[in-house]
């Protein structure tokens, strides 16, 4: 049941009448000591208001019966009141029974109620204030993620506080001295106005790998003071979260991004702060900061026996050394066997289509795809076929076999 709202909506009467009062009702049921604290509690309600609807559907009904008025009730509710139970502020405290009949009390202090919920409020002022200092300070300091997680603690206080504040005002009278003082909306464009001039660099340089590792990555973090520490950023990649890494103190986080891009040539990433999306936005830095890294592979040389169509064979050459794996002669080189099938199907218009698989064998390399090819041609669509392929797996096979 929530007490909270029942005792609130309990309570829609002038304070003069209730104030300092404690109110309490008690209640007998053949049925259970359930029946009973919840008809005590019924009890309390029927001295308040003769009419009382709540939301978790208490219903009472005065039923007279051999000249003694006795309430009668249905209730409902996900929160069962069972006997020695405390809820909130009505205390229910089951009685001894008297032959069948179980007996309960149900209590209800006004000024116990009114005065936790004027405390909780003083509450959230003290911590909203303390936050709003705290995140200014960190501003001062370049702390930006301290600031901005401050920031956020005061927010989500702001509907606590106002929730209390409505219920309380179903009781009192409220004046402006109730009401929750604070800047966080100049707090917020402040940090936002300062992320905006902040800096972001790396360092290109042309890295070398032998899988889609990529090591060593550094991004400094600059604002007008100079380096900026403790700043959260994270790494993204074709909508993937590569790392997430903290700048040091000389405002420099290095990144491992793991499963990277590392195709031959320039490729980018993407480094966006790790703050909630709406001061990013503010900030215009939603779209964080693109890095250009360069990708050169340690050339691997092969032998190669390729079987099938002669122009399949040469493109499948040509994507072997895009990835840094080159076919010469040299009898010290690993052999591999690649074999090619072709399958005609039917024209498209104009456009001849193959149904193709591509098998590759060596010493520890084992690998196999089946790709589609089409074209203007029958070398058109072998080529086409052959660059759809994903040649990770086989770049990594060969790639263990060089190294040795």
């Known amino acids: 049941m929530d007490i909270k709202k029942f005792a609130f909506l309990l309570l829609s009467f002038s304070v003069a009448a209730f104030a300092g009062k404690v109110i309490t009702y008690t209640a007998s049921s053949e049925v259970s000591q359930e029946q009973a604290n919840n008809t005590a509690i019924a009890g309390v309600a029927k001295q308040i208001s003769s009419n009382v609807v709540v939301d978790d559907r208490l219903n009472t009904t005065d039923v007279a019966s051999a000249g003694k008025e006795t309430i009668s009730q249905s209730y409902t509710s ?4 069972t006997s020695d139970v405390n809820v909130k502020w009505i205390s229910v405290r089951p009685l001894p029974k008297e032959g069948k009949r179980f007996r309960a009390t149900a209590t209800l202090d006004v000024d116990e109620m009114t005065g936790n919920i004027r405390l909780q409020m003083s509450d959230i002022r003290k911590r909203v204030a303390k936050y709003e200092a705290d995140a200014r300070k ?3 300091g370049s702390r930006y993620d301290e600031a901005v997680r401050n920031y956020g603690e005061a927010i989500s206080l702001l509907r606590p506080y106002d929730e209390l504040k409505a219920e309380l005002a179903e009781v009192f009278t409220l004046d402006e001295s109730f009401n929750l003082k604070h800047d966080l909306g100049g707090l917020k464009s ?9 800096r972001f660099d790396s360092s290109p340089a042309d890295i070398v790998v032998e899988s889609d590792l990529v090591k060593d990555f550094a991004v400094t973090v600059r604002d007008a003071r100079g380096p900026v520490a403790d700043f959260p950023l994270k790494a993204v990649q074709d909508g993937k979260r590569l790392d997430m890494r903290r700048t040091r103190g000389d405002g420099t986080a290095v990144f491992t991004l793991q499963g990277a891009n590392t195709s031959p040539g320039t490729q980018t990433v993407l480094f966006l702060p790790d703050f909630p999306t709406d001061i990013l936005r503010e900030a215009g830095l939603e779209k964080g900061f693109t890095a250009v890294y360069d990708v050169k592979r340690a050339a691997c040389n092969v032998r190669l026996d390729c079987k099938g169509n002669a122009d399949a064979c040469m493109a499948f050459e040509s994507e072997l050394a895009k990835s840094a794996i080159y076919v010469g002669k040299d009898a010290r080189y690993p052999q591999l066997k690649a074999e090619i099938v072709s399958t005609p199907k039917a024209s498209l218009g104009k456009l001849v289509s193959f149904d193709m698989s591509v098998a590759v064998s060596g010493d520890r390399v084992k690998f196999s795809k089946p790709t589609k090819g089409v074209g203007k041609s029958e070398a058109e669509a072998m080529g086409n076929g052959i660059a759809k392929l994903k040649l990770k797996d086989l770049r990594e ?5 060089c190294a040795e």
């Open 78 to 81: 996900k929160k069962k009141v």
């Open 138 to 140: 960190a501003l001062d």
């Open 190 to 198: 402040l940090i936002v106005s300062k992320l905006g001039n902040i």
């Open 397 to 401: 096979q060969v790639a263990r076999v």
